[in-house]
């Protein structure tokens, strides 16, 4: 039975022994390229000596570079789990691989004393093979990505149990859409959960329909998140996942906690977790998110200022009222504040709001509808262009927002929360989110709640900017924008 936390390989999309044969191929390109830079081109340093410019000498050392970097790269995992290590991790083992290969290499220079040697042109080959095996894992991730937006190599993940655990689970899952996995649904012996649909992910039941909700939904793996004091029910959902032939993935009780917020220390060879008590947003980090803000914010006015003006300008010509738009909203901790944005509907839009919702079928706790009667003429090009949104810049400055964190609610809105959505109100609220660039308008609000509180469980100035950097595309391609 296996306890992994980690999911399956890449499937038949990429087979297992594709990259090491791609990896081997570029090293010894690598050696091939460091040699015309060093003898062809003559790069830094000239070659007088004619009989230096030969390549089949350097031929045995090439291939023992590959074959040290394959034992080293398959020994360090470089092959292994590949599917939740970011680009970083792995250059970071390339970069080691290469380094320890290329101390062989001079090792084995100064043991033989070939006639031929040149250590500058093991400068070159060490760094062509970083390059060339780093840029071969982006182009991998770009071709994976646009397969699996055409629902190729897409692995469809039952969960089983949706406690806290549970939604951990399907939080991650949302986050990380470029992983590859589709949550097709969840068992939940809960009668008061296992038939209530989480967005767009659909309640099957309990898990007495573990065996027909793997039949018919076509379930690829099934991940159980119950506590180990079921180990007796843990061991049928093995037995049904071995007898159905799919993958089956045990989550240990200890990840009912954070494991960000997990150190190890050992005791004496015993190992010891530790849980930090620091508070996710105080002391430093609160400043850097801070600082972050203020520099995006004046780096940009030369774009905003401009574009705020000739908005402002559109928005009184194109019907009677205000051009700014104040609504009361709750922020950081259920602090009520006002938000600022450009009208974009008639006067007494607020007014028909219950109607528009009660016509429309919405949810009154997320109510978008797509062609919103209300909605002036230019309102409807801000809308799709977030432009109705600048004017939010003004309560970043004044510290009321941020530029990245969950979209603030309506005091209304708030008073639907269950518990759990609450936990979005955790964080000062901001302009872009990780909801907005995994889709906008388009996310029903569980799956919009479930992205907000993995973006506060794994807040870091990193993802900060990697979520201001996907904004952009997705204002432009008005991906979800209504």
Not at 224 to 230: A, N, P, Q
Not at 237 to 263: A, K, W, Y
Not at 266 to 290: C, M, V, W, Y
Not at 416 to 444: A, C, F, M
Request: hydrophobic share 45%; with cysteine.
């Amino acid at each position: 039975m296996s306890t992994s936390q980690t999911l399956p390989e890449e499937n038949a999309v990429e087979p297992r022994w594709l990259f090491p044969v791609v990896d081997v191929v570029l090293a010894f390109l690598a050696f091939a390229l460091g040699y015309i830079l060093r003898y062809d081109l003559q790069i830094i340093r000239p070659v007088l000596d004619p009989f230096q410019r030969q390549f089949t000498p350097y031929i045995p050392y090439a291939l023992l570079f590959t074959a040290i970097l394959y034992l080293n790269y398959s020994n360090n995992g470089l092959y292994r789990n590949v599917r939740e290590r970011s680009w970083l991790e792995e250059v970071t083992i390339i970069g080691n691989g290469v380094a320890f290969g290329t101390m062989i290499l001079l090792a084995a220079f100064y043991a033989f004393q070939p006639l031929v040697t040149s250590r500058l042109m093991l400068i070159y080959v060490a760094a062509l093979t970083v390059g060339l095996l780093s840029a071969a894992r982006v182009i991998r991730r770009w071709v994976l990505a646009y397969l699996r937006s055409k629902g190729i190599g897409v692995q469809r993940v039952l969960i089983v149990g949706m406690g806290d655990t549970g939604q951990a689970v399907l939080r991650a899952i949302l986050a990380r859409s470029e992983l590859g996995y589709k949550v097709i649904g969840y068992l939940d012996d809960n009668p008061t959960k296992g038939d209530v649909d989480i967005g767009r992910v659909p309640g099957l039941g309990n898990t007495r329909n573990l065996r027909s909700a793997i039949r018919t939904q076509g379930v690829d793996i099934v991940i159980s998140t119950l506590r180990w004091k079921h180990y007796d029910h843990i061991l049928d959902i093995v037995r049904t996942c071995r007898q159905t032939g799919v993958e089956v993935r045990l989550v240990p009780d200890i990840f009912q906690l954070n494991m960000r917020q997990v150190h190890v220390e050992t005791l004496d060879g015993i190992p010891l977790l530790g849980i930090s008590t620091q508070e996710k947003f105080g002391g430093a980090n609160r400043l850097f998110k801070r600082a972050l803000d203020l520099t995006f914010v004046v780096l940009t006015a030369i774009v905003w200022l401009p574009t705020l003006i000739i908005t402002g300008i559109a928005v009184r010509l194109d019907s009677e009222g205000p051009v700014l738009y104040q609504q009361r909203r709750i922020g950081e901790n259920g602090r009520e504040f006002m938000m600022y944005k450009f009208r974009t509907m008639i006067t007494n839009a607020d007014e028909l709001r219950g109607q528009v919702i009660e016509d429309n079928n919405l949810d009154p706790r997320h109510p978008k509808i797509v062609d919103d009667p209300r909605v002036t003429r230019v309102g409807k090009f801000l809308r799709k262009l977030s432009l109705d949104e600048l004017p939010n810049f003004i309560n970043v400055m004044r510290g009321e927002m941020s530029m990245v964190g969950p979209r603030p609610p309506m005091p209304d809105e708030v008073a639907l929360y269950e518990p759990w959505h609450k936990r979005r109100l955790n964080i000062i609220p901001g302009i872009t989110g990780l909801w907005q660039v995994s889709g906008r308008s388009d996310i029903p609000f569980d799956e919009m709640c479930l992205l907000d509180i993995y973006y506060i469980e794994n807040w870091s100035l990193k993802l900060d900017i990697q979520i201001l950097l996907r904004t952009v595309p997705r204002v432009l391609l008005r991906s979800g924008a209504y």
